[in-house]
């Protein structure tokens, strides 16, 4: 921290403002160019000297509007995670890290009773 402000926020600044410019740039370089659209394939379809920036701006809001279903979607997938998470019964700290360590070179799902045939057979070999 250099004079009691964290050096993050002064950082996001300058990269917001650097993406202003950029911004205002391609509006300044392309204000006066048009063309044409095409919604459907006859004349009365066809959408004549719409500027560029108008139809950039209309397909980024229809990108939005698109993009809500799945916001929402996600949303609520996480809330349902979250209370069938709560519904389970919990477990302590040490039942979960029992539960995920493993040791090298053994399966992650085999039988008790598979390793204890594993080990009389050692304890044959070395006998």
Request: proline share 6%; glycine share 8%; aromatic share 10%.
């Amino acid at each position: 921290m250099i004079g009691g402000m964290p050096k993050m926020p002064v950082f996001k600044l300058i990269l917001f403002i650097l993406l202003l410019l950029v911004v205002s740039a391609f509006i300044i370089f392309n204000i006066g160019h048009t063309s044409s659209i095409s919604i459907w394939p006859t004349e009365k379809g066809t959408f004549t000297d719409v500027p560029i920036l108008l139809s950039f701006f209309v397909l980024y809001m229809l990108g939005l509007i698109s993009a809500i279903p799945f916001f929402i979607g996600f949303r609520y997938r996480q809330r349902m995670r979250k209370k069938r998470a709560g519904d389970a019964p919990k477990k302590s700290k040490n039942e979960k890290a029992r539960g995920k360590t493993r040791v090298l070179g053994t399966k992650p799902d085999h039988d008790e009773s598979h390793d204890e045939s594993a080990d009389s057979e050692e304890e044959g070999e070395t006998k």
